[in-house]
């Protein structure tokens, strides 16, 4: 494995990293005090985000996601890692570029497995950033980290698939933007319990659906994007709408979430760099007890034991993506299993140790700690719990000794 950037990708990092400086930062504060300002209604575009949008646009810096692919920038899943790092160090700064989740793995489901006609009414307003998407799967009734207990029912009548369920933590269903939704049911309850599952395109504005509620997560709603209940009763969509054709959904999903988790990684590593950097200036602009905070050799320990976490972390990354590259995303699943249970674990560290060299202002909306740590958390949960890829991943080394023996 080549450990440099490669130039293309060394060349978006630093126009990225220009753009980040002279749009992305100074504008922290706007984004905040436009969504403020909303009140109450906080479900609306933020105008702010929209402005920025065009100058990346301008800037040659959208669709930075898909790989090898004549729809974005055609960089490899290696060449995106450190630009979505970068991202990730203001998590709305990845919508900016039009590489926001769930939008990002929404598109690469209609790229490998839609039609040319699902592509042209869906995929082409999402990589123009014209609308946006949402992801249904995770359901309130059931333990969804088995997703072969999903519940909600499709089921054919004639020309048209009738869908009847409920689903939650809906990403992206609360934006006035989204337009869309993939959703993964139940075509045949009778089938070998892997091919149960379909995945299939649903209009936000389908009679029959209901948005029920936003969820906060530790107290944030995450507006206007936020993740939502849903109701389906008696929606009726096109047969056309099913992607691939019955049976596939897990099919669909693994080539959907191998993406999916890499690239939160990838973010994830770039919020652990920033708590790590408001970690050390915050201890070498405060003194307590006659001395600067981050002369306290307890701050050493933690400071150096973030570095090492980060950078292990980065490197697995880096390993999982490059894998996904050459050997493909069947073959790498145990580097994207791994490093979907560590990059969280390290950033959570990180973060609460950045938190706690801030005292109370860690806590408070005055840094973007708080925030990260809660969105982080998350992801020990979202596609997939850390107890689902670690069970893969002991069975994938079980599995490579009973071989060897």
Same mark, same amino acid.
């Not at 920038?73 to 990845?94: F, H, I, Q």
């Not at 809906?170 to 933007?177: H, I």
């Not at 319990?193 to 504005?205: G, K, N, T, W, Y």
């Not at 307890?298 to 150096?304: E, F, P």
């Given at each position: 494995?080549?450990?440099?950037?490669? !130039?293309?990708?060394?060349?978006?990092?630093?126009?990225?990293? %220009?753009?980040? /400086?002279?749009?992305?930062?100074?504008?922290?504060?706007?984004?905040?005090?436009?969504?403020?300002?909303?009140?109450?209604?906080?479900?609306?575009?933020?105008?702010?985000?929209?402005?920025?949008?065009?100058?990346?646009?301008?800037? /040659?810096?959208?669709?930075?996601?898909?790989?090898?692919?004549?729809?974005?920038?055609?960089?490899?899943?290696?060449?995106?890692?450190?630009?979505?790092?970068?991202?990730?160090?203001?998590?709305?700064?990845?919508?900016?570029?039009?590489?926001?989740? !769930?939008?990002?793995?929404?598109?690469?489901?209609?790229?490998?497995? =839609?039609?040319?006609? &699902?592509?042209?009414?869906?995929?082409?307003?999402?990589?123009?950033?014209?609308?946006?998407?949402?992801?249904?799967?995770?359901?309130? /009734?059931?333990?969804?980290?088995?997703?072969?207990?999903?519940?909600?029912?499709?089921?054919?009548?004639?020309?048209?698939?009738?869908?009847?369920?409920?689903?939650?933590?809906?990403?992206?269903?609360?934006?006035?933007?989204?337009?869309?939704?993939?959703?993964?049911?139940?075509?045949?309850?009778?089938?070998?319990?892997?091919?149960? *599952?379909?995945?299939?395109?649903?209009?936000?504005?389908?009679?029959?659906?209901?948005?029920?509620? &936003?969820?906060?997560?530790?107290?944030?709603?995450?507006?206007?994007?936020?993740?939502?209940?849903?109701?389906?009763?008696?929606?009726?969509?096109?047969?056309?709408?099913?992607?691939? =054709?019955?049976?596939? =959904?897990?099919?669909?999903? *693994?080539?959907?979430?191998?993406?999916?988790?890499?690239?939160?990684?990838?973010?994830?590593?770039?919020?652990?760099?920033?708590?790590?950097?408001?970690?050390?200036?915050?201890?070498?602009?405060?003194?307590?007890?006659?001395?600067?905070?981050?002369? *306290?050799?307890?701050? &050493?320990?933690?400071?150096?034991?973030?570095?090492?976490?980060?950078?292990? %972390?980065?490197?697995?990354?880096?390993?999982?993506?490059?894998?996904?590259?050459?050997?493909?995303?069947?073959?790498?699943?145990?580097?994207?299993?791994?490093?979907?249970?560590?990059?969280?674990?390290?950033?959570?560290?990180?973060?609460?140790?950045?938190?706690?060299?801030?005292? =109370?202002?860690?806590?408070? %909306?005055?840094?973007?700690?708080?925030?990260?740590?809660?969105?982080?958390?998350?992801?020990?949960?979202?596609?997939?719990?850390?107890?689902? &890829?670690?069970?893969?991943?002991?069975?994938?080394?079980?599995?490579?000794?009973?071989?060897?023996?």
């Amino acid at each position: 494995m080549e450990f440099s950037y490669s !130039p293309r990708c060394q060349d978006y990092l630093d126009r990225l990293r %220009a753009f980040m /400086d002279a749009y992305i930062y100074p504008n922290e504060s706007t984004y905040a005090e436009q969504l403020a300002g909303f009140g109450q209604n906080r479900w609306q575009v933020i105008p702010i985000i929209e402005e920025l949008k065009e100058k990346a646009k301008a800037a /040659d810096l959208w669709n930075l996601f898909l790989p090898e692919s004549d729809k974005g920038a055609g960089l490899s899943n290696l060449d995106y890692a450190p630009l979505a790092e970068e991202m990730g160090r203001v998590p709305w700064s990845s919508e900016v570029f039009n590489c926001a989740a !769930p939008d990002t793995g929404n598109m690469e489901v209609l790229a490998r497995y =839609g039609s040319p006609e &699902h592509q042209k009414e869906w995929m082409e307003p999402l990589l123009a950033g014209k609308i946006r998407s949402a992801f249904l799967m995770t359901e309130p /009734d059931v333990a969804s980290s088995d997703a072969t207990n999903i519940q909600c029912r499709i089921e054919r009548d004639g020309d048209e698939y009738v869908i009847n369920g409920r689903k939650w933590w809906s990403s992206g269903a609360g934006d006035p933007r989204c337009k869309i939704y993939i959703l993964m049911g139940k075509t045949d309850p009778e089938a070998e319990r892997h091919v149960q *599952q379909s995945m299939i395109l649903v209009p936000a504005e389908t009679p029959g659906i209901t948005v029920k509620r &936003h969820l906060p997560v530790f107290g944030y709603d995450d507006a206007p994007h936020g993740h939502m209940e849903v109701e389906l009763k008696d929606v009726r969509v096109p047969a056309s709408n099913i992607l691939l =054709g019955e049976g596939r =959904g897990f099919e669909i999903a *693994q080539g959907r979430l191998g993406p999916g988790r890499i690239h939160h990684c990838m973010r994830t590593i770039g919020a652990a760099e920033r708590a790590l950097e408001l970690m050390i200036k915050r201890g070498m602009s405060r003194v307590a007890f006659g001395k600067r905070v981050a002369d *306290q050799s307890v701050w &050493h320990h933690r400071i150096a034991r973030a570095r090492i976490d980060i950078e292990s %972390a980065r490197l697995l990354t880096l390993k999982a993506a490059w894998m996904m590259d050459t050997v493909g995303n069947k073959v790498a699943q145990k580097e994207i299993a791994m490093i979907k249970v560590a990059a969280p674990r390290v950033a959570l560290q990180v973060i609460d140790d950045a938190i706690q060299i801030f005292g =109370g202002a860690g806590v408070s %909306a005055d840094t973007p700690l708080a925030s990260a740590y809660a969105g982080i958390r998350t992801l020990r949960l979202a596609d997939g719990p850390d107890e689902v &890829h670690e069970r893969a991943i002991a069975r994938l080394e079980m599995k490579r000794l009973s071989n060897e023996a």
